[in-house]
């Protein structure tokens, strides 16, 4: 590393200078996991087992009309850069909604420790420009005036190259300032929220979001633990960080963050939605939501 | 860019650009002249002193107003006996005297005592005899008087001052540019840094902010090489551009060799920067402090016996006493402050007037340690402990001699140990060590007047251990990539011992046909052991004095670099690459002016071959000798020294384009198309000198981003690039401005001075920042105004 990069490190830390990530402004996907259904939590599926995977989206108020065109291939030796396919499709899927791709891994798929899933996510779109895999990423986009394109990729682990579960974040306890925080949702975000449980003041008051990772949830190679990898979004306020961390040699068992709530709210009330999408750094995922109410 | 950022930027660059002012003289207050000298002193020496070779001996004068000289000391010393020497025929020189306003005046001076063999050897064939100017000290006033007149910023084949007819010894390239003396500490913007005062010259690019490596006719830093007598240094400044790691004061000399240079140096494809260091003062006890706010470095330097003398230098940064204070208090915990130090001591022994043995050490280390209260929003792997020291240390013995019938000798050995060690959260962790032993020697060996002969050797070994975890080094030039997160990277783990040896060597043959011709045909043949190739590289430079102070010059000639280390690496690399391979042609005029002013125009040409590059998708071998790239320029350059005024002029018109594989030409990153210097320095007399320099640089190639792509597994988004290369950040320009005022006392001297950096506040292009998923962007600037005040005393 060259001492330039010094110069960047000393300065990376300060934030992103344009906007944070951790706030959902605009629709958005926030991750991915795969599955093998009917052996959850396995995310590493063997030749020849049916394997689901499935995009989390966010918005910040009424979700977006989504179309999407996905696929699945065998990643390339690409080592720099946006990886390829080094064949065609194994298996393709579009249409509207949140996006999902399934398929059988074909018993005969060719030596490789890895598929890649690419695609496109399209909101408020007509239709999808391009082929998923011939296309992308450059000539792959989404049709119509005022569309969002989402350009997607996903490694999905293959056993027995690997071996790995999804950590589970759904059953875990999320509290917020000390309270128990239920995953309860509201049908309409953007409808008025007065009344409903959890509620804060719009004063710009700091809340403290406790999220809880089992230790069952991070699996021991032998030598040491899994590391969680918890990515937090917000809708409104201020997330203190978009990433926190349980190292591997950490005997932590949750992590805390800081939310500072807007100053200003509507008379009845509004919703303020949070995602959180956790990640073992070896391919496996899971994601829970929660929403408050915050009031003048 | 949100406040936290440009804190941040701004307490880096501020770094980045504190200035240690040049070193001063006292200055004239009035209209002068320089006293005159009437005749010339022998140049002979007695027959109990032994000298086959020219040698000078420089010494101070204070010449009354009878003009005869009352005091004599020695300023650069060659050996006792002929110390004494010197200082015997000093108080016999005649001198029309100074005046000041047309009066009489004393005045204090420097004048080079030169002395040849008892049977003059034929005039050396690789060297042009150069009329030189009678002794012109410096203005002089009230006592003690100034001693040379303010100097340019540009270079310049010219000593700084010398007897009448001087032989010079010609450029060992097609084109050399000098700094030397106070001039090369006198530069406004570069802190007082001899290195930083080369970015002055025509040729040199400017560095972007933490590459503060020379950037010479459209190449890379690492494509060119630093020498510090004969060695390379393995690190030139600290923090990537704080300041060198050697104090200038130390230094002789900077030769710069921007393409085109001399057999004598090799394995690189770029350009030879060559510093040499001076013997210390003979005649007595001498210290040099010096307080800045970035640092603070001490010099001395005294005779220990009538043969020899010695002198230590040293300084360490002051940057851990504040820089707390200027980061944000969010965004890291400080465990280390930034901290670098270097010393250099020199220990210099005349063995007889034909035999100097010179035993040179110097070092450097620098070190920081930050703790990252979050993770890096951009790069969640960079988060927790962020640090790492550089460090090196070097001893070098260097044997001069010259025997009978006018032979030369040079012979030196150069041990050397540097150790790296980085941490970078969870992506980066690496540990090296290498201990170099660096050979050199060269014989010079004159037949008759037309002709000589040059032999050489020069031995580069290494061995390393070490370990690596982090991301897979990339193509490090002309792939945007390499910013990306490490998140995004292949990573790859190893630990390995490895060693290198390549042994080169060389024949010169400087030929005069005809006054004022020199031809200097060459030929260097390196061995790579690593690589098991062998290289031959023919080089011709030709001069030609075609009348009165115009010379015309030219030359071509083949250049062989080695790849990176880590390129042939098994496992990261590809340990069946070859050398890449260039080809330098340069053809240029040089024109006099009287002593006042010189011009000159260049025009150079590089092709270059046999480039590593990676390979097109990263993949094994992960490189390839599969790249290309040219070079084109005109470098214009001029200076003028005329009584208290002294300016120069350096422009440089260049394209510098590489392809890699099968892609379409692309500008270099670091390309610069107009670069233009200019620098004018004003001695007002009592002491004051003002100066001022101004830049304006064409700016930095980049690529730019056209979307992006989120990679689900990792949470971040990957950017999509668009043409290597295909946009330009907006101009760079910049003014600095000097103001010095020495007082002097009868031992000791005090300067104070104001730096005054980016004088007009330009807020000047360092980069691109992205917002998380590269939709939006916005220019990251550079040094603000920065106004730098310092003291220092001399005695």
Known sequence: MRWTHWALLLCVSCGDPLHPPQRIEKNRVLGAQVVVPGQEPRATPSRGEPVAVSFWMADPGTPAALTYALAVCQRDDTLTGIPGCSGGAIARSSGSGDPVLDFTLPADLPPGDRLLVLGVVCANASGVIGDVISGFPNALGCAGEGAQTSRVMFDVFLSPEHDNNNPTLADETIRLDSADWSATLPTDVTAPCAGTSPTVGADGAVHQIRVGVSADDREFDGTRSELSELASFSTAGELSRAFSFIEADSDATEVTLDWKAPRTAPAGGRSVRFFFVLRDGRGGADYSERTLCVVP | ?795
């Open chain 2, 1 to 795: 860019m949100c406040a936290p950022v440009r804190a941040c930027v701004l307490a880096l660059l501020f770094g980045l650009s504190v200035s240690r002012p040049a070193l001063s003289q006292p200055r004239s207050e009035a209209v002068v002249t320089p006293p005159v000298l009437k005749s010339a002193p022998s140049r002979d020496v007695p027959g109990d002193i032994e000298l086959t070779t020219e040698v000078s001996v420089v010494v101070e004068l204070v010449v009354e107003k009878n003009g005869t000289v009352s005091e004599a000391k020695v300023v650069e010393g060659v050996s006792a006996a002929l110390d004494a020497l010197a200082l015997q025929r000093a108080g016999t020189l005649q001198f029309a005297p100074a005046t000041r306003d047309e009066e009489t005046v004393a005045a204090r001076i420097r004048f080079r005592m030169t002395f040849t063999p008892k049977r003059t050897p034929p005039p050396d064939p690789a060297a042009t005899v150069k009329p030189r100017a009678p002794v012109t000290p410096a203005p002089a006033t009230k006592s003690p008087a100034p001693q040379t007149p303010p100097a340019p910023t540009t270079g310049s084949d010219e000593p700084e001052y010398g007897g009448e007819v001087t032989v010079q010894a010609p450029p060992r390239g097609a084109t050399r540019r000098t700094l030397a003396g106070d001039d090369m500490r006198r530069v406004p913007g570069t802190r007082g840094d001899a290195f930083r005062a080369i970015e002055s010259l025509p040729g040199v690019s400017r560095a972007p902010a933490g590459e503060g490596e020379p950037l010479l006719r459209g190449t890379s830093g690492n494509e060119s090489s630093v020498q510090l007598d004969g060695a390379t240094i393995p690190l030139l400044y600290h923090f990537g551009g704080l300041t060198s790691v050697v104090h200038s004061r130390l230094l002789e000399r900077v030769d710069v060799y921007p393409s085109n240079f001399s057999v004598r140096y090799g394995r690189v494809l770029g350009g030879v920067v060559d510093a040499k260091t001076r013997n210390p003062r003979s005649d007595g006890f001498h210290a040099v402090l010096d307080l800045s706010l970035l640092d603070s470095s001490a010099l001395v330097e005294a005779p220990i016996s009538d043969r020899s003398a010695v002198a230590l230098a040293a300084r360490r940064s002051n940057l851990d006493f504040y820089f707390a204070s200027f980061v944000p208090d969010d965004a890291y915990a400080v465990i280390a402050a930034p901290v670098y130090w270097d010393y250099q001591a020199l220990f210099v022994h005349a063995l007889s007037p034909r035999h100097e043995l010179r035993v040179l050490g110097y070092g450097s280390r620098d070190r920081i340690e930050l703790l990252l209260n979050e993770p890096v929003e951009s790069d969640p792997t960079l988060r927790g402990s962020v640090g790492g020291a550089l460090e090196f240390h070097r001893l070098s013995l260097q044997a001069r001699s010259g025997f009978a019938g006018g032979v030369r000798q040079d012979v030196s050995l150069t041990l050397g140990h540097v150790r790296l060690g980085q941490v970078v959260g969870e992506s980066v962790d690496a540990d090296l060590s290498v201990l170099n032993v660096d050979g050199r020697g060269e014989w010079q060996v004159p037949f008759g007047r037309a002709a000589s002969l040059t032999l050489g050797f020069d031995v580069v070994t290494s061995f390393s251990k070490g370990s690596y975890r982090g991301s897979r080094p990339p193509q490090l030039e002309g792939d945007p990539r390499i910013n990306e997160a490490e998140a995004n990277q292949a990573q790859v783990q190893l630990a390995d011992r490895f060693s290198n040896l390549s042994p080169g060597a060389y024949v010169e043959l400087p030929l005069t046909p005809a006054h004022g011709v020199l031809l200097s045909p060459g030929l260097r043949v390196d061995h790579f052991r690593a690589l098991k190739r062998t290289t031959l590289d023919p080089r011709l430079t030709a001069r030609l004095l075609l009348f009165g102070q115009t010379t015309l010059k030219g030359g071509v000639g083949l250049f062989t670099q080695e790849p990176l280390y880590f390129e042939t690496l098994a496992g990261i690399g590809n340990p069946d690459l070859k050398p890449a391979r260039a080809l330098h042609q340069t053809v240029g005029v040089e024109q006099g002016f009287g002593e006042t002013a010189s011009a000159g125009i260049d025009l150079f040409a590089r092709r270059l071959f046999d480039r590593v590059v990676a390979t097109k998708n990263g993949a094994a071998p992960y490189f390839e000798n599969d790249g290309a790239g040219h070079v084109l320029g005109l470098e214009l350059s001029g200076r003028l020294r005329a009584g208290r005024t002294s300016g120069s002029l350096a422009y440089t018109l260049s394209r510098s384009e590489r392809r890699d594989h099968d892609a379409p030409w692309r500008l270099f990153d670091q390309d610069q198309t107009h670069n233009l210097v200019t620098a004018l320095r004003q001695d007002l007399g009592a002491g004051w000198i003002v100066g001022g320099r101004f830049r304006l640089t064409s700016g930095s190639p980049h690529t730019p981003v056209q979307g992006s792509v989120y990679d689900a597994g990792t949470g971040l988004y990957r950017p999509l690039y668009g043409r290597v290369g295909s946009a330009r950040d907006a101009a760079f320009h910049q003014l600095d401005l000097l103001v010095e005022k020495t007082w002097s006392f009868p031992e000791w001297k005090l300067a104070a001075y104001l730096d005054l950096q980016n004088a007009y506040n330009r807020q000047n292009p360092e980069g691109i920042s992205y917002s998380y998923d590269y939709s939006k962007s916005e220019v990251a600037t550079g040094l603000p105004i920065f106004p730098n005040l310092g003291l220092r005393g001399e005695l």
